[in-house]
């Protein structure tokens, strides 16, 4: 089946615009997940929703970030006024269930990412 | 603070022999393990898991090892081939943080024909 979509594919853009990214979850999938992963660096968490709710956006680095969901599918992360260090690839993931719910149905699916570049 | 970290940041094998990649993390407290194999220009890709209640799990021509005495994960990957050539992430879970995945830093391994 279809796996986790991310859109666009690549981005540039300049310092001080906003910008939107989209994300497809896994058909079926209740968790949505946002992580960041800079160069050479490891994969940063960001937010994460259930449902339509994000129990946990501690992850976010400033006001500037921000993520919504709708419908329990969709999620669109939005940074505003971007800035050069915002430049980075934005992962999404997806799985059919939260950590301590039901075993192995928190297993997050990522997609192929956004590359984002701020000049 | 929390972590997850890889003792090797690069590791080269031979086409057909066997790689193991180890991985250290710092919370007793974690639930659950994962290995993501990420390849350049594509997102992490799902190897392996294994919850803390075990110490051992087998896949196809990949094992994860858990030893929770000395807070230490492994993936092995029998018969390495040169599209097993990538950086290999373990991630950890607690199941009272719904989702969080903590990442190691990753492990780049490099198959030689």
């Known amino acids: 089946g279809a796996g986790v979509s991310q859109s666009p594919s690549n981005k540039v853009t300049e310092k001080g615009k906003d910008v939107e990214l989209r994300c497809d979850p896994i058909?079926?999938?209740?968790?949505l997940y946002w992580y960041r992963q800079s160069l050479g660096q490891g994969l940063e968490f960001l937010i994460y929703?259930?449902?339509?709710?994000?129990?946990?956006k501690s992850g976010l680095p400033s006001d500037r970030f921000s993520a919504e969901r709708t419908g329990g599918s969709v999620s669109t992360l939005t940074i505003q006024r971007t800035q050069q260090e915002d430049s980075a690839v934005y992962l999404c993931?997806?799985?059919?269930?939260?950590?301590?719910?039901?075993?192995?149905?928190?297993?997050?699916?990522f997609g192929p990412g956004t590359r984002l570049l701020v000049l | 603070g929390e972590s997850v970290g890889l003792h090797l940041p690069t590791l080269s094998v031979q086409e057909g022999d066997n790689s193991i990649i180890n991985c250290a993390y710092s919370?007793?407290?974690?639930?659950?393990f994962i290995w993501y194999k990420q390849e350049s220009g594509k997102g992490p890709q799902f190897i392996i898991d294994?919850?803390?209640?075990?110490d051992k799990r087998q896949g196809q021509r990949v094992t994860v090892l858990l030893n929770k005495t000395v807070k230490h994960l492994s993936l092995q990957i029998a018969a390495t081939q040169p599209g097993d050539s990538a950086v290999y992430f373990c991630?950890?879970?607690?199941?009272?943080?719904?989702?969080?995945?903590?990442f190691g830093q990753g492990t780049e391994l490099s198959v030689k024909p």
């Open positions: 993931a997806s799985s059919l269930g939260l950590a301590g719910e039901n075993p192995y149905q928190e297993t997050q699916y």
């Open positions: 058909s079926g999938h209740t968790a």
């Open positions: 929703f259930q449902g339509n709710s994000a129990p946990d």
């Open positions: 919370n007793s407290a974690s639930d659950y």
């Open positions: 294994i919850r803390s209640n075990m």
């Open positions: 991630a950890e879970i607690h199941d009272n943080q719904g989702g969080k995945l903590i």
